[in-house]
């Protein structure tokens, strides 16, 4: 019988040596394999074996090692549309600083797998990244999570307490519970919302939930991987996944856990944000009280003990692309302290 969330350790690196800078876009949109076969990364990609109710699922990271270490490792996890791609500017300078970055993709995004059927929750994505950890040789670490990986690293730093040195949460989402406002969706909803999706419903929804209606040539990088997916003959699988993890975002919530949290914390919040799931299901009366980050992210820094909150005031949903300097020196400004 094998043992739940085993790791066969794949060391499987893709030559994969790209572009290192969220921004440089030279490709229109192409078509992208389910797992992102025909998509480079900015780091060299390993693999992790799981076994997850009855399946092997390859769970994808990269593992960025620094020239002179300073004998911290720091995670990088992403959000709903995205993968650990996006990170490629961030985790340059944290390894320059002398930090391991880990950035796991996980089950369901990015280069892992596109299970037919999971059981998505919280809990088993926190277990599946401690696995990550565990498989690459990592103690301590310094966790970051970032819009709905906001969500899975609280529940990681919830399980897990022991192992995590610092947290730094950037606009993640379910700060607020959803379902309270929001009509239910059954996964089958979701999926066909999913299967209507393509380049310009991804642009439009980004700009105004994420970009307070302002698009930049710098923003394109962030449509290829999920427009690219709407391109290929098996989106139907990648969709699917996608309202499974929608699903366990809307009954999940994580925001009346905070005030347990009890590793030092700090919230960096682009106040521009009004990034809210649900939002198109809902009166404009209802909408208009969802997402409001200025206030969400007060609210929660004061449920956090031993936390901190950094405002950007010209950033939205983004702020480690949209505004990046300010992001990294708040960033640093805390680990270093």
Request: net charge neutral; with cysteine.
């Amino acid at each position: 019988m094998r043992r739940s969330f085993s790791v066969v350790v794949a060391v499987l690196l893709s030559a994969t040596m790209a572009r290192a800078e969220v921004g440089t876009r030279t490709d229109s949109i192409v078509p992208l394999g389910v797992c992102l076969e025909n998509y480079n990364y900015a780091y060299p990609v390993k693999y992790i074996t799981l076994d997850i109710q009855h399946q092997e699922l390859k769970m994808a990271y990269m593992d960025v090692q620094p020239l002179h270490p300073n004998g911290h490792t720091i995670m990088l996890l992403h959000g709903k549309n995205f993968c650990g791609a996006y990170w490629g500017p961030t985790a340059k300078v944290l390894a320059d600083k002398g930090y391991r970055v880990i950035i796991p993709d996980q089950i369901g995004f990015g280069k892992s797998a596109k299970p037919s059927m999971l059981q998505y929750t919280f809990q088993l994505m926190a277990a599946a990244t401690k696995a990550v950890l565990d498989s690459a040789g990592v103690g301590k670490v310094i966790v970051l999570g970032h819009s709905m990986g906001g969500m899975v690293s609280t529940r990681f730093v919830l399980m897990y307490p022991d192992r995590v040195e610092k947290f730094i949460l950037e606009n993640p989402i379910g700060l607020e519970d959803w379902k309270l406002k929001v009509p239910y969706q059954s996964v089958d909803d979701w999926y066909r919302s999913e299967l209507k999706q393509n380049e310009a419903s991804y642009k439009k929804y980004m700009t105004e939930s994420y970009f307070h209606g302002e698009w930049r040539p710098g923003y394109d990088v962030l449509l290829e991987v999920p427009a690219g997916w709407t391109l290929s003959p098996e989106y139907s699988r990648v969709a699917w996944n996608s309202a499974l993890t929608y699903d366990m975002i809307f009954t999940q919530p994580v925001c009346y856990e905070f005030d347990k949290i009890r590793v030092p914390t700090l919230l960096i919040i682009g106040q521009l944000d009004r990034t809210a799931l649900g939002k198109n299901l809902v009166p404009d009366s209802v909408a208009r009280t969802m997402g409001n980050y200025p206030v969400l992210g007060r609210m929660t820094q004061a449920k956090i003990p031993n936390s901190r909150l950094v405002e950007i005031p010209d950033a939205g949903h983004v702020p480690h692309v949209e505004a990046f300097d300010e992001f990294i020196q708040a960033l640093f400004h805390f680990l270093n302290d």
